[in-house]
């Protein structure tokens, strides 16, 4: 009886009224969310709704001749063919639903970003016996209480309150003793700001990877407002795109090793990609002292926004931010990138060799890519050119049709390491745009250039012996140039990028 019932219920869950029923709902639901992700021009939009409404007619008409020639044949083939290609659409409509869905939810994730985050670690080396901060109850630990006194002081408080004791320290002068006292042993840990591990490497460059941290606090800062939005369907913009030389959070205030400028022309469907090397020699908007651009980023985005602006005479529209953990990931699930190497060179970090010519790269390889320097006969310079390769390696990975196949992987691997302060909308209504309009876009690239040197006069370091890239004048007037015609919204030609350091 309880079978007879079972095969009952089952039957009516199937009968061509409940299913037609079902991929009607589905059908409408799917409907609904891809108004709501808003980034199908209208009028595609219209279409799409009439083939859904067709496929539904077609699927009804299908079921019902199955239905009939059942009743008047006797043959069960036809109605079970119908029933199934009626649920298989469904389901492919409940899944077009979830990646819809998934798609609104990802670009509200990564947008409208206005918030970084000071990390103050206690670093101990990594070769010690010190694993969690109890290790530390009798040790004495470096500290550095000049700079941000009152930042470094409330992370002293919990970090004593964590340990349930008083510590028991010992303050430097400058960041830079606070480092060679870590290196030679002289102290066995160290509380320091992330923001600045740049001054810790002032006599002991990478002794960030011989740390470790043990503990660490994190307090969110809100950002300042220094861009100027506008409507990126219409005129022309720059993004600030930054990749930061730390793993795991993004809104992390650290130096930034990748500093590109991103200018966009809608109208022209022109992108200028300005490449500016990590010590580059500028000027501090806020401080008005000289200092390596890389170091701007201790004292947040907003302050090398500001910096830049002045540097190249232009207006940053919005930025784009990530970080080592990014690069890895995204990389990885795009399935790895292939990118032209000018040059044959091992890499210091990871120790990869890369081959002249092409080179199939997963997300580790690429990033000890893009981070080489000393390896290559130009140096910074290059390590630039190399930024952009890899940027339009992985656009051009991206825009694949492979994408689709790994389309939750690869917005997942996007959330938590990358964001920006553009809104959903705008990047909605730029994603709309570009399905209406279609067509190809045309790629330039320039790269600020000049003379490496050596001084002691920085805002962040003074005294010490710091390489910095004094900027070639000339050659920086003819980038501001071109910046300049894509801002006034002139089409730029392959003559105005010659000798602009492009890759």
């Known amino acids: ?125 990594k070769d010690s016996d010190y694993h969690k901060l109890s290790d530390l109850k009798d040790v004495e630990i470096g500290i550095q209480t000049k700079k941000d006194n009152s930042i470094m002081m409330s992370a002293l408080s919990k970090i004593e309150d964590a340990m349930g004791r008083e510590l028991k320290t010992k303050d430097f002068n400058d960041y830079a003793s606070l480092g060679d006292a870590i290196n030679d042993g002289e102290v066995k840990a160290i509380v320091a700001d992330q923001a600045y591990m740049a001054l810790l490497e002032a006599n002991h460059e990478g002794i960030d990877e011989r740390l470790r941290s043990v503990y660490k606090i994190e307090t969110e800062e809100k950002i300042k407002t220094v861009t100027e939005e506008t409507d990126i369907t219409k005129e022309p913009f720059i993004v600030y795109v930054t990749g930061i030389d730390t793993y795991g959070t993004v809104s992390t205030i650290s130096r930034t090793d990748v500093n590109l400028l991103v200018c966009v022309n809608p109208q022209n469907r022109q992108i200028l990609m300005v490449s500016i090397p990590r010590d580059t020699y500028v000027t501090l908007h806020s401080k008005g002292k000289k200092d390596k651009l890389t170091h701007s980023a201790m004292y947040g985005i907003d302050e090398t926004i500001t910096t830049l602006e002045d540097f190249l005479d232009l207006d940053i529209n919005y930025y784009a931010k990530t970080n080592f953990s990014g690069i890895t990931n995204i990389i990885d699930a795009l399935g790895g990138v292939t990118i032209d190497s000018p040059y044959e060179f091992n890499t210091m970090h990871g120790n990869y060799h890369i081959n002249k010519g092409l080179n199939e790269m997963d997300g580790d390889k690429a990033l000890c890519f893009v981070r080489e320097r000393y390896s290559l006969p130009s140096g910074d310079f290059d390590r630039g ?61 320039a790269q600020v250039s000049g003379e490496m040197k050596k001084t002691t006069k920085t805002y962040s370091m003074p005294g010490k012996n710091v390489s910095i890239i004094e900027a070639d004048e000339k050659q920086l007037k003819k980038i501001i140039s071109v910046i300049n015609k894509i801002e006034k919204n002139e089409k730029i030609k392959e003559k105005d990028i010659k000798d602009l350091g492009g890759s």
């Open 1 to 125: 009886m309880g079978r007879k019932r079972k095969r009952s219920l089952i039957n009516r869950l199937l009968s061509r009224k409940v299913l037609l029923l079902f991929q009607m709902i589905v059908s409408l639901i799917f409907l609904m969310y891809v108004y709501i992700l808003n980034i199908l021009p209208f009028k595609y939009f219209l279409i799409l709704v009439g083939l859904v409404f067709i496929l539904f007619i077609l699927m009804i008409l299908f079921v019902k001749s199955g239905w009939k020639k059942k009743k008047r044949e006797g043959t069960y083939t036809r109605l079970i063919v119908s029933k199934l290609t009626c649920i298989l659409l469904s389901f492919l409509l409940v899944f077009l639903t979830v990646m819809v869905k998934r798609g609104n939810s990802f670009i509200g994730n990564i947008t409208n970003s206005f918030i970084q985050t000071r990390v103050i670690s206690v670093y101990v080396p």
């Open 385 to 445: 050119r190399n930024q952009q390769r890899l940027l339009q390696a992985m656009i051009k990975k991206a825009l694949s049709p492979k994408i689709i196949t790994n389309y939750n992987n690869v917005l997942a691997a996007v959330e938590g390491c990358f964001e920006t302060n553009m809104s959903s909308d705008d990047i909605k209504s730029f994603i709309s745009q570009q399905l209406d309009q279609g067509g190809s876009w045309e790629m330039f690239n």
